[in-house]
């Protein structure tokens, strides 16, 4: 029984050992060129810009909701010169 589990360790051991052989050893490559960036740059931009009008209304939608308003206030009578 011992000799078995002496065996199957050392199966286990080799397998362990020998399975970083199967894996891939090429480097990743990328073929694509700087103005291919540049244009993926520009669309991401492009978007960006045109989600600024957008956070602008939600923040004056939260201002306005959460906001002191004035009507609540007491204003003091205009003062009359004669």
Known sequence: MKKHIKN???TIMFIALTTPVFAETA??????MTLVYLFLGTCG???FLQLIPVFTMAFGIIKGVFGKKEDDEVKPAP???H
Do not use: T
Request: aromatic letters at 6%; zero cysteines; proline letters at 0%.
């Open 45 to 47: 931009l492009i978007i």
């Open 8 to 10: 199957n360790l050392l």
């Open 79 to 81: 003062v009359k010169y």
């Open 27 to 32: 480097a990743r490559e990328d073929n694509s």
